[in-house]
């Protein structure tokens, strides 16, 4: 449709709009140009404002308002579709005519985000949480299970079942790792059969001999092994270390059980037959036995025959001197006691006769 001024012919505005369509990029990148979009128009009187409007997903104009043919845009943070349009006014006659569409697309794009995971603590019995960083930083990363009792190492995805980048991103690379590092044991105190074992001690073999682990700090920390026993000769102390969510190792002082000593034996001859000869030489056919080291050789009179006063005996571990005494006595018998150095003991006995007929 046509209007006439004067004799000037003015004709309803023809508009069009370029580009029709276009492609943005969204999570705060750069645009993918053209980021301007222009508006034409002909007929009329030649001269026109201009109004840009959008419809759909919102974005920002640098000139939303310009009453210029061009208008430019900016990137988005979150995929969508946005049509622009614009409204031409011709200024001389008040004509307007709205312009076709461009329909600009923002399509999500893979941004990453690399995750690494991090902490190092130590077991207190309590939940424990580890720490995410990523890559880029913000908005920061999340994972479940977010914290862990139990000393270990936890990993992705072991222990640390998922983890979610940022808003706006996708999970890259994940690395690292939580350690919650075993508590050590400070101290641990040691009993032998039930009493305090500070000290190192010794034994006899043949009798059971128990250490056993009697407190340790902190209270109720995991230990292994809690005992041991030992009945036989040799030198034994009960090592113990930490188990489970644990560390450290302690040992008893030592035990040594010493081999249970042979009996001693001591062999004399049986008889001597003196007749009236006094005093009489003792010697000892041989001492056997025991630890093999003598402390002491005790010669006694045990018995005697006759009437009278007997005689006395000295002596050592290898002979002895013995007297009759009143010569009524007819027989004497005499014992040597022999000990060793471990308190062993082992006697023999000999008996003289001295009236022979």
Not at 338 to 353: F, P, Q, Y
Request: with cysteine; hydrophobic share 35%.
């Amino acid at each position: 449709m046509a209007a006439l001024i004067g004799n000037l012919m003015i004709s309803n505005i023809a508009t069009s709009i370029s580009p029709t369509t276009s492609t943005g990029i969204s999570n705060g990148s750069s645009q993918i140009l053209p980021g301007l979009v222009t508006a034409t128009a002909t007929l009329g009187s030649g001269n026109y404002t201009y109004q840009w409007n959008q419809s759909g997903t919102a974005i920002t104009f640098t000139n939303a308002t310009n009453t210029g043919t061009n208008c430019t845009y900016a990137s988005l943070s979150v995929a969508g579709s946005t049509t622009i349009y614009c409204t031409v006014t011709d200024s001389w006659t008040g004509n307007q005519s709205v312009s076709g569409n461009c329909v600009i697309t923002w399509p999500v794009q893979s941004v990453t985000q690399n995750v690494v995971i991090s902490g190092t603590v130590t077991y207190n019995g309590a939940a424990q949480s580890y720490t995410l960083t990523g890559t880029p930083a913000t908005p920061a990363p999340s994972g479940t299970p977010a914290s862990f009792t139990a000393a270990g190492t936890y990993v992705y995805p072991t222990n640390i079942t998922s983890i979610t980048a940022g808003s706006g991103y996708t999970l890259g690379s994940v690395s690292g790792s939580f350690v919650i590092n075993r508590l050590t044991i400070t101290a641990m105190s040691f009993t032998l059969n039930g009493v305090a074992f500070t000290s190192n001690q010794t034994g006899t073999a043949g009798t059971t001999y128990t250490i056993a682990v009697s407190s340790v700090t902190p209270s109720g920390a995991t230990y292994s092994p809690t005992s041991v026993a030992y009945s036989t000769a040799g030198a034994y102390s009960l090592s113990s270390s930490g188990t489970v969510n644990y560390t450290g190792t302690f040992t008893s002082p030592t035990l040594t059980i010493n081999a249970a000593p042979t009996p001693i034996v001591v062999t004399l001859p049986p008889t001597i037959a003196a007749g009236n000869v006094t005093p009489q030489t003792i010697t000892v056919t041989s001492v056997t036995g025991g630890s093999g080291v003598y402390s002491s050789a005790v010669w006694s009179r045990t018995a005697f025959t006759g009437t009278g006063t007997p005689g006395s005996i000295s002596g050592t571990i290898t002979s002895a001197t013995a007297n009759r005494g009143s010569t009524t006595i007819i027989s004497t018998t005499y014992q040597l006691l022999v000990t060793d150095n471990l308190g062993a003991t082992g006697s023999g006995s000999i008996t003289i006769i001295w009236n022979i007929a």
